[in-house]
């Protein structure tokens, strides 16, 4: 049995906390972590006769997104009950959308290295949040609990739901489509999007089917993939799980899964709903959403410039590889700190290297991101003007970026603090120089002697003695001359 038998057709399900200020349908503020129950209200509480009212800017951030993700926005739009019983929810209906959501037919382009996977957005839709259970016990777990309480405050935020096509084929497109979703998110700047504090979740539908069918084969829907991580790894379970049923000729049974992160395993939760055990109908309390072509233009301009444009703007303007444009523009936050650096220095490939070589990785080592760290990016432009100024070796400058980094300080006053200024006195160095040649007769020699390579070690002893400040190129010259003169 060859490996490629079968291939994987996942669809994703995403829902997204707006950060606007109110809830969907009252005047209840969003909070996180606040005193339970604080931020409610007869209509997120479901209270008999209450009726809700529509958050203006919900329904703009909601556009945002639509038009983002290059949806068609209905000029006519209409809320749904989705009706079911949980206690997290007062009404015992959610308010969504249904046959009629704001946007529709969308995609979003994957760049997956050696090919690209558009992925086609069936629908962005709005809906209200739930409230959250908490299972009283040690563990948290609902079996191991004896009772629950339940916190209303986040009943009602404003919720939206991001559907795509079954366009995705395997686990590492999932989670690839995610990121990129995410940081389109985060340009957009409607929502935190906090996978830990779930205000991104996200849902994956996955099944199996013998390369070159076009049918789709029954699938199962992992819930509870609350990180990159987790989602890349449930699918690789469920995939590998579906495909030795398949092997077995054993049906694949349509079920909703947990995945566990413990056991890095999916267990089923329950036999999937149907569409029509939500029993649907129209929601009488609101009235249609005329989308005017006017408003929606405007929601459309105010749209900043996006990461897959960013890109391609650095690679033509600024001359950068697509590797390292993509890492530039990948990143809501390391793309506003590279534009201002670009402010105050010309050389963009010099700070994108130093940005994606050491920044970063003090920034991964410290847990925090290179624009909310200490150096600011006038700082990091200093020191790279110091650095072709050949005021610091960019060796030294490693070190004056480390204490910029822990201190944010200016790195003028660290290296004079510090005296770290590279040694360009050409009579200084002669003297270290001749002393090193002086102390090491042996290397001296074998250089003479036509062993070129012992230069090395020489200049070596040179960086030691000044402490890596003696400015290398000085350094080589200087001690070629002495070596060949005597
Ligand atoms: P449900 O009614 O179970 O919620 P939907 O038709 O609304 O199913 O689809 C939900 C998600 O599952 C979508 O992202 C869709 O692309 C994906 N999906 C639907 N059918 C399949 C399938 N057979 N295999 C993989 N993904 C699927
Ligand atoms: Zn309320
Ligand atoms: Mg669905």
Redesign the pocket.
């Known amino acids: 049995m060859t490996e490629n038998k079968y291939e994987s057709?996942?669809?994703?399900?995403t829902h997204l906390e707006l950060s606007t200020r109110t809830k969907m349908f009252c005047g209840c503020m969003l909070s996180f972590g606040e005193e339970k129950n604080k931020y409610t209200c007869e209509v997120c509480l479901g209270h008999p006769g209450s009726l809700p009212v529509l958050n203006k800017k919900a329904v703009e951030y909601a556009t945002k997104i639509a038009l983002a993700l290059n949806c068609h926005v209905n000029d006519r739009t209409i809320f749904h009950r989705k009706n079911y019983f949980y206690p997290d929810m007062p009404k015992n209906y959610q308010i969504s959308q249904y046959d009629l959501p704001l946007g529709v037919g969308g995609h979003l382009d994957i760049e997956m290295g050696q090919y690209t996977r558009r992925v086609g957005i069936?629908r962005v839709h709005m809906e209200e949040d739930t409230g959250k259970l908490i299972h009283l016990g040690t563990t948290g777990r609902i079996s191991e609990s004896e009772s629950s309480i339940v916190d209303f405050n986040r009943a009602g935020t404003p919720l939206i739901e991001i559907?795509?096509?079954?366009d995705i084929r395997t686990p590492e497109e999932a989670r690839e489509y995610v990121e990129v979703l995410r940081n389109l998110l985060l340009y957009l700047d409607v929502s935190n999007c906090s996978m830990e504090e779930g205000s991104l979740r996200c849902d994956a539908?996955?099944?199996m089917r013998l390369v070159g069918e076009s049918a789709?084969?029954?699938?199962t829907?992992i819930k509870n993939l609350n990180s990159f991580k987790f989602l890349q790894k449930g699918l690789e379970y469920e995939v590998k799980r579906q495909k030795k049923l398949l092997d077995l000729s054993k049906p694949v049974i349509q079920q909703t899964r947990h995945y566990d992160n413990n056991s890095d395993t999916t267990k089923a939760l329950r036999s999937?709903e149907e569409?029509h055990d939500y029993r649907y109908f129209p929601e009488p309390d609101l009235v249609p959403i005329l989308m005017d072509a006017e408003v929606v233009e405007n929601i459309g301009k105010s749209i900043p410039e996006l990461p897959a444009e960013k890109s391609k703007r650095y690679q033509k303007d600024l001359g950068l590889t697509p590797y390292d444009a993509g890492f530039m523009a990948g990143d809501v936050g390391i793309a506003s700190y590279f534009d201002k650096c670009l402010k105050c220095y010309d050389n963009a490939k010099t700070v994108a290297n130093w940005i994606m070589g050491d920044f970063s990785a003090l920034a991964n080592k410290k847990k925090v991101t290179v624009d909310e760290s200490k150096v600011t990016p006038e700082n990091l432009c200093n020191m790279l003007k110091m650095i072709d100024s050949g005021k610091i070796s960019s060796k030294i400058a490693k070190t004056v970026f480390e204490e910029m980094f822990d201190t944010g300080s200016d790195p003028e006053s660290i290296i004079g603090e510090k005296g770290l200024e590279q040694i360009s006195d050409s009579g200084e160095l002669e003297d270290v120089v001749e002393q090193v040649i002086a102390d090491n007769p042996g290397p001296a020699g074998q250089y003479r002697e036509g062993k070129k390579k012992a230069i090395g070690f020489l200049i070596g002893q040179v960086m030691a003695k000044t402490r890596g400040k003696a400015n290398p190129k000085l350094v080589n010259e200087i001690m070629t001359k002495k070596l060949e003169q005597e």
């Open positions: 057709v996942i669809g994703l399900e069936t559907v795509t096509e079954p539908n996955v099944s789709l084969g029954t699938k829907e999937k569409a």
